[in-house]
């Protein structure tokens, strides 16, 4: 007769296979009844309960959307878009999401002005800083090049305006910026993206890659590369519609060479997973992070994998599903934690991050998760409208278990006490109610 270990307390059970099967019968069964719980919720959801939701968000961004504008001055020719509070530089991706929100809302000249300005700093070789002042670029950890998302940039900002021709004068700027990322940062052997080192990345000391400076690997990357894998799709079509076909041709196999390489080479079959690399060894550096689930966005995983990879880690509160959002890295993670880090880098390794919850969302809606959306929605909306309420602003990140708000700390004030807060990315979380509400979705797909 098999035999079966069981734990209970501090002693230990020996069971029959038929006690077992029995264990597990009743296992399974109290598993249907909280699944058939959860589809009776579904049922009994209706949108339309979030719309108070969505109009206190909607009034409440209103007031606080002019607050990351500033008029062009110096270094930064145009108007341009900043985090606000803490920060008061113009940022790549900051601006990119921030661009791309301003667009849904009927103002797409900001993420044009946002675009212009970091190509008006585009040098020789092709370089475009990820952070920038009036005085000009900003440069941490080494030269801190931007983020893939200059092409994305200036595709959906031209889709909004209805108009690609004033693209046509940077046309080739754009082209440099993609040469010089291929040249500092893409992988000869695989094809693949990596980043100088976490803070380039912007989650800045993701446990995924490495932070420290005195860390000298280098990763394979899910979100450099599949961030890169929208940039190849979005100057396919803004060639395509300048009238450059043989180009546009050019850009799309690149972007599918990059998509099947992703797949190839950071899927983990076993964990269902996609997985940073490290780039001397070929091995999988396994931590479940934000980054992991940033192919999703771009549709990259097929369905089954897509949906296998959400159910093991996403929407398991084993793993990256907290009482108020998703974390920012794995439950499971040795170095999970809550901190108040701003300084020298903002803590990615745990804390909910609403930029990071809209990234989840898309790769959510893209793969069918409707009753997770409706979850994030409410409680992402409900997080930061009680932020707004109590402070007149907003921060960059959330204690996951306890909802308190983290960075930036208390005692960053303006000249009249009052906290200086966060705005930034976070205006996308509208973007997310309308999308449950309304069905009305900024899922920032190119078409392949």
Known sequence: MNKYILKVGKKIVVLSSICALMLNCQNTEKKQIASESTKEETKTMNTEDLRPLLTSITSKYDELRPKVIQPGEGYLK?????????????????????????????????LKYWALNLIEGIDDE????????????????????????????????????????????????????????????????????????????GADNNVA????????????????????????????????NLGKLEEAGEYKLKAEQLKKAI?????SEEDQIYFTVDRETGDFYKRVSYSSFVPLMQNIAPQERGQSMISKYLINSDHMKAKYGFRSLSLQDPDYNNKNIIIPFSNWQGPVWPIANFIYSIGLKNYGFDEALYWQAETLGNLLLDDINKYNTMHENYHADTGAPLAPSHDHVDREGNIVG???????????????????????????
Not at 212 to 239: H, W
């Open 78 to 110: 145009y108007p341009y878009l900043i985090p606000a509070g803490f920060y008061k530089q113009m940022w790549d991706w900051d601006g990119f999401f921030m661009g791309n929100h301003f667009v849904s809302v009927g103002k797409p000249e900001y």
């Open 209 to 240: 890659m490495n932070y420290f400076t005195d860390d000298k690997r280098s990763f394979l990357a899910p979100d450099a590369s599949a961030f890169q894998y929208n940039e190849y799709l979005a100057q396919a079509q803004i060639a395509k």
């Open 263 to 267: 797949n190839d080479h950071l899927w």
């Open 422 to 448: 966060f705005i930034s990315w976070n205006l996308c979380i509208q973007n997310l109610l309308e999308g449950v509400v309304d069905d009305k979705w900024m899922l920032l797909n190119i078409e392949e």
């Open 126 to 201: 092709g370089y475009a800083s990820g952070c920038a002042t009036t005085k000009g670029p900003r440069l941490l950890f080494g030269k801190f090049a931007m983020k893939p998302f200059l092409s994305q940039g200036v595709h959906f900002a031209s889709k909004g305006l209805k108009d690609y021709k004033w693209v046509e004068p940077y046309y080739e700027d754009l082209k440099k910026v993609l040469a010089y990322r291929e040249k500092t940062q893409q992988d000869e052997k695989t094809g693949l993206f990596f980043w100088d080192n976490g803070m380039q990345s």
